[in-house]
C-alpha cells in the first residue's frame, strides 16, 4: 500500500526504514488477537514494534540525531513500513559494527527479557533462572541478560536442533522438551527451585512453574504462544477456549502461603514512560559494549514475503529473529 511520506512532528525523527524485526505480536496483530492494539491505534492497523534504518529529517525540536546517522527504535504499531516519524525518546544510535538486520532485531526482545529480569525481579547474582524458548527471541535475549547479571540459566527448547542456539546464549543446561516433560528434568537439575521462571507459552506450563519456585521466587507470565497451533496461520477458537480453561488462576492466599508471587507484562505501556526506556537501553548497551550482550542471530526476509516470516514464526521452528527488508 502507498502511503503519502510522514511528516515528523515536534520531537520525532523521520527514519528511512532499513530493516523490520518480526515478532510474535505482530502475529496476533494479523490474527486479531491483540485486544490493546485496537485500543491505541484501532483498525486497519499496520503492524511492526521495532525498526532500524537512517535518519532522513529532523521534527522541529529533535536534537539527539543527525540526518545520515544509523538508528533503531521501538514502534507501537507501524513498523512494517520503508518510512517512519517516531518520537526521538524511541531512537538509539546503532552500535559499532552491527548490521540494520541486526539493529532491527534487537530492541523488542531485549526491552522485553530487561523488563522482566531487572525491573520485575530484580535478579541478582547467582539466581537460578528457568527460560523457556531459550533458542527464541526474548528467550535467547532472556538468557544472555540473566547470565550477565551473575545468574545461572536453565533453558527449554522444542527440538534438539536448538539446543546449541540456547547454549551459545548462555544457558547451562538446556532441556529438550521433544524428549519429555521439562518439569521432571528441571526438578533433577535445580532441586531446590528456581528464583525466577520465565513463560510466554501459558496454560498448563503455568502451573509447573509456580510449581518449581524456590521460596521468593517469581513466575513471570509474558505471552500466550502456546494456545496456537503450531503451523497454522489461524486460531482455533477450541484451542484458545480450551487454553483459556487449563490456564491456572492463583491464589493471593496460596501465594502468600507458599511465598511465590505471579507477575505479568506487556510491553505496550512502556511506551509513556521514556524514563524506564533510557535506564533499561542504557544498561543493555553497557553490556553490548562489554561483550556481554549480542543481537540475536537474524534471518532476513523481503518485506513483500511477509507472510513467509510469519509461517516460519508460527511453525515454532525458528531460532533467533526474523528480520524483514523493505
Ligand atoms: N509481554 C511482552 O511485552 C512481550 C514482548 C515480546 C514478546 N512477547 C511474547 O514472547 C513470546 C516469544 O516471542 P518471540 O517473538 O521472541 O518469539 P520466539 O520465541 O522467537 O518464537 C516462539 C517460540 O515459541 C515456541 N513455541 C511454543 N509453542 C508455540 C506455538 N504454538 N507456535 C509457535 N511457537 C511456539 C517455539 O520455541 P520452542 O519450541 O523452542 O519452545 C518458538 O520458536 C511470544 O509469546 C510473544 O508474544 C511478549
Given at each position: ?94 552500535p ?14 531485549s526491552?522485553?527479557a530487561w523488563?522482566?529480569l ?7 547474582p ?15 535475549a532472556?538468557t544472555q541478560i540473566a547470565v550477565a547479571c551473575g545468574a545461572?540459566v ?15 546464549a548462555g ?112 544498561e543493555l548497551l553497557g553490556w553490548v559494549r562489554a561483550g556481554q550482550l549480542r543481537p ?31
Amino acid at each position: 500500500m502507498e502511503l503519502p511520506p510522514p511528516q515528523p512532528r515536534k520531537g520525532e525523527v523521520h527514519v528511512a526504514v532499513e530493516a523490520i524485526g518480526v515478532n510474535f505480536a505482530d502475529v496476533a496483530v494479523r490474527m486479531g488477537l491483540y485486544e490493546s492494539a485496537k485500543h491505541y491505534v484501532g483498525w486497519p492497523i499496520i503492524p511492526g514494534f521495532e525498526v532500524s534504518g537512517t535518519v532522513h529529517a529532523l521534527g522541529a525540536g529533535a536534537h539527539g540525531f543527525q540526518v545520515g546517522q544509523a538508528v533503531f527504535g521501538v514502534t507501537r504499531f507501524g513498523g512494517y513500513a520503508s518510512e517512519i516519524a517516531l518520537p526521538e525518546a524511541q531512537l538509539f544510535a546503532v552500535p559499532e559494527g552491527w548490521s540494520a538486520a541486526q539493529a532491527a532485531a534487537f530492541p523488542t526482545v531485549s526491552l522485553t527479557a530487561w523488563y522482566a529480569l531487572r525491573e520485575l525481579c530484580k535478579l541478582r547474582p547467582g539466581a537460578r533462572v528457568l527460560v523457556h524458548s531459550a533458542a527464541g527471541g526474548v528467550g535467547g535475549a532472556a538468557t544472555q541478560i540473566a547470565v550477565a547479571c551473575g545468574a545461572k540459566v536453565v533453558g527449554t527448547v522444542g527440538s534438539a536442533r536448538k539446543r546449541e542456539a540456547a547454549r551459545e546464549a548462555g544457558a547451562e543446561h538446556v532441556i529438550d522438551r521433544s524428549q519429555g516433560p521439562w518439569q521432571h528434568a528441571s526438578r533433577v537439575l535445580v532441586p531446590g527451585g528456581f528464583d525466577v521462571v520465565l513463560d510466554a507459552h501459558g496454560a498448563e506450563s503455568l502451573r509447573h512453574g509456580y510449581e518449581q519456585l524456590a521460596p521468593g521466587g517469581r513466575l513471570i507470565v509474558y505471552g500466550f504462544h502456546g494456545l496456537l497451533t503450531r503451523g497454522k496461520d489461524s486460531p482455533s477458537y477450541a484451542r484458545l477456549a480450551l487454553g483459556y480453561l487449563r490456564t491456572p488462576r492463583f491464589n493471593p492466599f496460596e501465594m502468600t502461603g507458599h511465598n511465590r508471587g505471579v507477575l505479568a507484562f506487556n510491553l505496550s505501556y512502556l511506551f509513556e514512560r521514556a524514563d524506564i526506556l533510557a535506564e533499561a537501553m542504557t544498561e543493555l548497551l553497557g553490556w553490548v559494549r562489554a561483550g556481554q550482550l549480542r543481537p540475536p542471530p537474524v534471518s532476513t526476509y523481503p518485506l513483500h514475503e511477509v507472510a513467509r516470516a510469519h509461517a516460519a514464526l508460527e511453525s515454532g521452528n525458528n531460532i533467533g529473529k526474523l528480520v524483514l527488508v523493505p
